[in-house]
């Protein structure tokens, strides 16, 4: 494995237990959108990759309900357990969870190549060492007619980009580029997934949009949410010494942003993106 994906799978081994567990909306609604505009249907077979603690896998799996079959694959084993024990505790059968490599997903074999109805990824590919050619292996795992739907980030609230520049010393283009904020390479627009899939070999790629509105208590509620997310990294790529200073400057920021009762209140632009193998 190299360098990037053992620290992208150190990240999220790190996250797996508070990821999307400190009351934040986040998550959860951005994977539903997805999930809706693939409209899962009852005895489908599905692949959500990058599955994390389940936030498409398991309405996916509601979906295709027990005649169907939703396998997860992520990289990171914690979050692998994490949703296995949601999947058992909800007693959705048609679930599978493995450790699997999105970037060159190997399926147990099952004597179906090439039998997805669909396959689903929230919020990973940019987390990809070479999303061209992961969407490219995916696109034989489906069966012809079978589609493909991929959440990204979009614009970002310049006010939340204003506090978030306080990283920005920190960190390398690379790292910023995982954030995805959408400033360069292909996830900067709709144009350039799009054009990620067609090159990939989908047709009939098309996008759609998500504003979601993301709300704090207050800005110390932000700092345990940017704890428990991707940007984690963020921290930890400033020196220790200077995360005090670091941190009082984000909430001095978040400050000026409050409501009177102090909480903040962001939007985030969600992008989908879908693509079809050619019947
Ligand atoms: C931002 S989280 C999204 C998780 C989930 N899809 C959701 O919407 O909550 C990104 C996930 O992608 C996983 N991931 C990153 N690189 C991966 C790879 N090469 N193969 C499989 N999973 C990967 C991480 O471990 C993490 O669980």
Known sequence: MDEQRRRVRGLFDALAETYDQVGVEFFAPIAEGLVSALAPQPGEHALDLGCGRGAALLPIARAVGPTGRALGGDLSPHMVAQCRQLAAAEGLDQVEVRELDAQEPVLPDDGHPADLDLISSSLVVFFLPDPLAALGRWLPLLRPGGRVGISTFAGQDPAWAHVEEVFRPYLTAEMLDARTSGRAGPFASDDGVEELLQRA????????????????????????????????????AVPEGERPAIKDEAQRRLADLAADDGSLHFAQDVRYTLGFRHG
């Open 201 to 236: 070999g989908y047709t009939d790629v098309r996008t759609t949009h998500l504003h979601l509105g993301v709300h704090f208590t207050d800005p110390e509620h932000w700092y345990r949410f940017s704890m428990s997310v991707g940007q984690r990294a963020f921290w930890a």
